[in-house]
Structure formats: structure tokens, C-alpha cells
């Protein structure tokens, strides 16, 4: 099994960044799928959530209307849209795919927002 996470890096504030993760090794369309984030000296934070067909997204009051999250089951992909990025998005993303019983998690990848 496994989750990559790409597409973090650097970016001024206001700026918008798209993260993809790709997931292999078990049957993606069945499992939901969240974007949680880990500020330095936080704990972690769910970010977004979308459901396993697609139909249904919750976010954080923090990211709302800012960050979308989607899926391609073609693909085994899901992603988040991060737009008006703020310095406090900073924090490394990671992917993490959820059913009834089984949980795996991506390693992260860094997003840093500053000028």
C-alpha cells in the first residue's frame, strides 16, 4: 500500500498551490479520503474530507472557501486546490485514506507560505 503526496513547496501568500496524492495497493473508489495538516509544535489537523465516490466534501472552517478537495477514481488520485494561501496554511500536508476498518497514511509533503 501506498499514498504519495506531491506538489508542496514554497509560495507567497495569497498564492495557490494544487497537491496530488496517488494511491496504490488497495481499492481507492472504496475508501474516503482526507488532507490533514501538522503545523511545527501542533498537533494534526483535518484539513478536507471527500467521500468515496466523490459526492460529499467537509472542510475546516480555516480552509473553507479557500481549498477543494477532489477526486479521480481513474486515476487513484485525490487532490487538494489550495487558493488566497495564508502564512498560518504552513504546514505539511499529508493524504490519508479511511474505510470501516483500515487506515494508511501518505508521508507529507511541506507547504510553506511566506513572502
Known amino acids: 500500500v501506498q499514498l504519495v503526496e506531491s506538489g508542496g513547496g514554497l509560495v507567497q501568500p495569497g498564492g495557490s498551490l494544487r497537491l496530488s496524492c496517488a494511491a496504490s495497493g488497495f481499492t481507492f473508489s472504496r475508501y474516503t479520503m482526507n488532507w490533514y495538516r501538522q503545523a511545527p509544535g501542533k498537533g494534526r489537523e483535518l484539513v478536507a474530507r471527500?467521500?468515496?465516490?466523490?459526492?460529499?466534501?467537509n472542510y475546516a472552517d480555516s480552509v473553507k472557501g479557500r481549498f477543494t478537495i477532489s477526486r479521480d477514481n481513474a486515476k487513484n488520485t485525490v487532490y487538494l486546490q489550495m487558493n488566497s494561501l495564508k502564512p498560518e496554511d504552513t504546514a505539511v500536508y499529508y493524504c490519508n485514506a479511511v474505510s470501516m476498518t483500515l487506515a494508511y497514511w501518505g508521508q507529507g509533503t511541506q507547504v510553506t507560505v511566506s513572502s
Open positions: 471527500i467521500s468515496s465516490a466523490g459526492a460529499i466534501t
